[in-house]
């Protein structure tokens, strides 16, 4: 199957804090923001726990109160996060489960959750690293379920016929997407006024069902 037509932007983001547990909320709730702006509900749950480990290892074997840096940013089709601190010295060490005290499970569950995981020292700062697997085909393509693989097909059929001479092949772009989605409500909405249906009451049914339809897992 092609991947997406329109394309997805994710652009890379950091947020500097200081290291200290009454930020871990503030840094879970950022995550959540971005990761649905991106596309990517899916992964919100697993991304927030590698962020709180993460932060919480700063905080436990660094210092509170450390200058640290959250970024965040796609990695192929993983979702890459990245923990700096101004520690070369206090490397995260991955503990044997027979052995771990509490202050060692953070990374174990880093380690069950992610791809992939690493430290990478870069002049007086280090980077704790881990990858996440999204299930898209690309840094670009949009998550796949069958409502929305239904509407990417009647865009595609939409940029066509707005476009028959341009044969539909390179991306559009997700701002072409989404006038393309806005005219294509548009246009239902004519369809059922003059079918002597209420537009206002297809309105509150399809969102019901979207709502219904985005709480459930994936």
């Not at 992964?43 to 436990?60: D, F, K, M």
């Not at 380690?111 to 690293?129: H, M, N, Q, S, Y």
Request: contains cysteine.
């Amino acid at each position: 199957m092609d991947g997406c037509r329109f394309g997805v932007v994710r652009k890379a983001w950091d947020l500097p804090f200081l290291a200290e547990a009454e930020e871990l909320a503030g840094l879970r709730r950022v995550m959540r923001l971005h990761l649905e702006l991106w596309g990517l509900p899916g992964v919100v749950h697993s991304a927030q726990l590698c962020v709180t480990e993460l932060a919480a290892n700063v905080i436990r074997h660094v210092g509170p109160g450390t200058p640290t840096c959250l970024a965040v940013a796609m990695s192929g089709s993983n979702l890459r996060i990245e923990m700096s601190d101004p520690d070369t010295r206090a490397l995260p060490i991955l503990v044997e489960a027979a052995n771990m005290a509490d202050e060692g499970r953070g990374l174990a569950l880093v380690d069950g959750i992610a791809e992939r995981w690493g430290v990478i020292l870069r002049g007086d700062f280090k980077v704790t690293w881990c990858e996440l697997a999204t299930g898209l085909r690309s840094s670009n393509d949009h998550i796949d379920t069958p409502q929305v693989a239904k509407a990417e097909a009647l865009l595609r059929l939409c940029s066509m016929s707005a476009d028959p001479v341009g044969s539909g092949h390179g991306r559009l772009g997700l701002t072409a997407g989404r006038e393309l989605a806005v005219g294509l409500i548009a246009d239902l909405l004519h369809w059922l006024r003059a079918h002597g249906c209420d537009p206002d009451d297809a309105l509150d049914r399809a969102q019901t069902y979207f709502e219904v339809e985005a709480a459930e897992p994936a």
